[in-house]
């Protein structure tokens, strides 16, 4: 389920690594638990964000959660087609539903990230 | 805290794919296909809820009428028999103990429906405040509830009963048999959309929703869970008991006055609701459309544009009707006017919002 070529964090954020880019989402759990995604608050583009920092917020119909940056870095380019339609990180949360691409700073953090199948543990293996 | 009770469908909920969740000390579907699909579809079609945590209590004796209408602000005696009524229970200070709907079964006999989370704290106030020689029963965990709702709801209940249900008025009730399954129907609900709660011993609840499940989605009608219960309600601005009323609010303050019946006799908190009617509130429960970005939740603050308090979010959601995200919440006046601009306060940032009439959805030909 959750692809084996990202990066993870233990809250539900995943981060794909090319070149010196990451591209960064949510994962299929949080979309799963978080139901219908109805807004969707990202940082302007040229934002610094700090690993393990809030870099925004995603709300459901019942819920808002935090989204935690899993590495520190400037934000090069931002989804505005998931901003202007939350759903499709409800839809497609590893393909079209990214959020956010950061220009990574410090290489040796994605070390510190979860592999697919770490996290499938940590979430109770599904 | 006790641990969370199963509700006779239960099984049923997880095999249809229902996200379970503990609420007021059951555990229920918070939702199936998603809360924007149901809710879409109760308002265009039907869907089909199991509302088993509700609790239900029996009142009977001689002189029950009377004195249950000491206990409630509403006026039962004038209740006919086959006819059920929305009403707050008050305590001395006009607060709200609960809100609840009483059904008159016959002349000295009453059915009273209790939010969940209140079963306990109700039934010991209905025992203190009745006179002793009347009964009280709790039926709460023997009796379970469907409901059915939406403009298609007439449909399955039609088909499911013997009875011609064209006659039967909103907050009428019958008595009646699905499948040889007694039962208890009325014309009431919970989303603002013409609806029908079926009562049914727990025994046998399984029956009852089969047999309307397969109807409603025979037709195009979903499964629907507490999420969207909530937004359905909110876009009426019904109370959510907990939410936007409690002790600590009054019939008057919330925008239901017309549950207050100060031309009978007397009942609990009277007194102080004739005075708070006479004086005038000083916050009214208000809607408001939010103009910036961002869902209301409960308990962030309110701000006016000078950047003071002048209330609190009691329940705010994204509308799946109305696309837009709405509030409810106690303004301080006359902040509550229509067209106000005032200020919630979400992760830190003022945002701002627009009070408007409620309720939020006008209905063609709802209720």
Redesign the interface.
């Given at each position: 389920m959750n692809p084996e070529d990202l990066s993870y964090t233990e809250t539900h954020e995943w981060a794909k690594v090319d070149g010196n880019v990451v591209t960064i989402g949510l994962t299929d759990h949080a979309q799963s638990e978080l139901?219908?995604i109805?807004?969707l608050?990202l940082p302007e583009v040229g934002a610094d964000v700090e690993a393990g920092g809030e870099f925004g917020?995603v709300?459901?119909?019942?819920a808002?959660s935090e989204l935690y940056a899993p590495v520190s870095g400037k934000v090069v380019k931002v989804n505005g087609a998931a901003t202007q339609e939350p759903a499709l990180v409800?839809r497609d949360c590893y393909g079209e539903g990214w959020l956010v691409k950061i220009e990574l700073k410090d290489p040796s953090e994605v070390e510190n990230l979860k592999t697919a199948a770490e996290y499938k543990e940590f979430i109770g293996g599904q | 805290m006790a641990k969370a009770i199963k509700t006779p469908l239960y099984d049923r909920h997880v095999s249809l794919g229902g996200k379970m969740v503990e609420f007021a000390g059951f555990i229920m579907p918070v939702q199936y296909s998603g809360i924007i699909d149901e809710h879409v579809t109760v308002r265009e079609n039907a869907g089909i809820f199991d509302l088993s945590h509700m609790g239900e209590f029996y009142v009977s004796g001689k002189g029950a009428p009377a004195a249950l209408n000491k206990l409630v602000s509403n006026n039962v005696e004038k209740l006919k028999i086959g006819k059920a009524l929305y009403t707050p229970v008050c305590t001395p200070r006009g607060g709200i103990v609960d809100d609840i709907l009483v059904y008159r079964d016959a002349d000295e006999t009453f059915m009273l429906v209790v939010n969940a989370s209140n079963i306990e704290k109700d039934y010991d106030w209905v025992v203190g405040h009745l006179p002793k020689g009347l009964t009280v029963e709790d039926k709460s965990l023997q009796t379970a509830l469907v409901a059915v709702q939406g403009p298609q709801s007439e449909t399955v209940l039609t088909e499911a009963l013997a009875d011609d249900l064209s006659e039967l008025r909103y907050y009428e009730f019958i008595f009646s048999v699905m499948d040889d399954v007694p039962v208890r129907v009325s014309r009431t609900g919970y989303t603002g959309e013409d609806g029908f709660e079926v009562y049914v011993d727990a025994a046998r609840a399984g029956e009852v929703w089969d047999v309307l499940f397969e109807l409603t989605s025979g037709i195009g009608g979903v499964p629907v869970g507490l999420g969207a219960r909530d937004t359905l309600r909110l876009e009426m601005k019904y109370c959510l008991y907990g939410n936007d009323i409690d002790e600590g609010t009054t019939p008057l303050e919330a925008g239901i006055g017309w549950t207050v019946k100060f031309d009978k006799g007397d009942f609990i908190g009277k007194e102080t609701l004739v005075a708070q009617k006479n004086d005038g509130v000083k916050r009214r429960l208000a809607g408001f459309v939010m103009v910036d970005p961002g869902i209301p939740r409960r308990d962030y603050g309110i701000i006016n544009i000078e950047e003071k308090s002048i209330g609190r979010v009691t329940s705010g959601s994204y509308s799946p009707s109305l696309r837009e995200n709405i509030g409810l919440g106690y303004l301080e006046l006359p902040y509550d006017d229509v067209g106000t601009e005032i200020l919630v306060d979400i992760r830190k940032k003022p945002r701002l919002a627009r009070v408007v009439e409620t309720p939020f959805l006008k209905l063609i030909g709802g209720n």
């Open positions: 139901g219908d109805v807004y608050e917020v709300e459901s119909v019942k808002a409800n | -």
